[in-house]
């Protein structure tokens, strides 16, 4: 069993910065892929970026350039740093951690809302 727990979310002008964090608790995160999606008001959740247990990154291309999703393993924290966010950034940001075993194993945080406005 995996818990996830978020933080760092809130609210910055456009053009600004934040840093998302997400705890994870139990055993072997470094075997976990782990994943950042986001829902954004009456829209479907839409992954944001996701990496490997080895460090390997993918990111959407609406954030290719401006969100760097990395992990540490000896903490068992996900990050995704935000830069250059826009109102169409506005959205509940979750951490999502999955794992092949005899099938798919996959875990979701509850969440942190972050709002781009000015």
């Known amino acids: 069993q995996v818990q996830l727990v978020e933080s760092g979310g809130g609210e910055v002008q456009p053009g600004g910065s934040l840093e998302l964090s997400c705890a994870a608790s139990?055993?072997?995160?470094?075997?976990?892929?782990m994943n950042w999606y986001r829902q954004a008001s009456r829209k479907e959740r839409e992954l944001v970026a996701d990496?490997?247990?080895?460090?390997?990154?993918n990111d959407a291309d609406s954030v290719l350039g401006r969100f760097t999703i990395s992990r540490d393993n000896d903490k068992n924290t996900q990050y995704l740093k935000m830069n250059s966010l826009q109102p169409v950034d506005t959205a509940v940001y979750y951490c999502?951690?999955?794992?092949?075993?005899?099938?798919?194993?996959?875990?979701w945080g509850r969440g942190t809302q972050v709002t781009v406005s000015s």
């Open positions: 990496v490997s247990g080895g460090g390997s990154t």
């Open positions: 999502h951690a999955t794992l092949f075993r005899t099938g798919w194993i996959d875990y």
């Open positions: 139990g055993a072997d995160f470094r075997r976990y892929n």
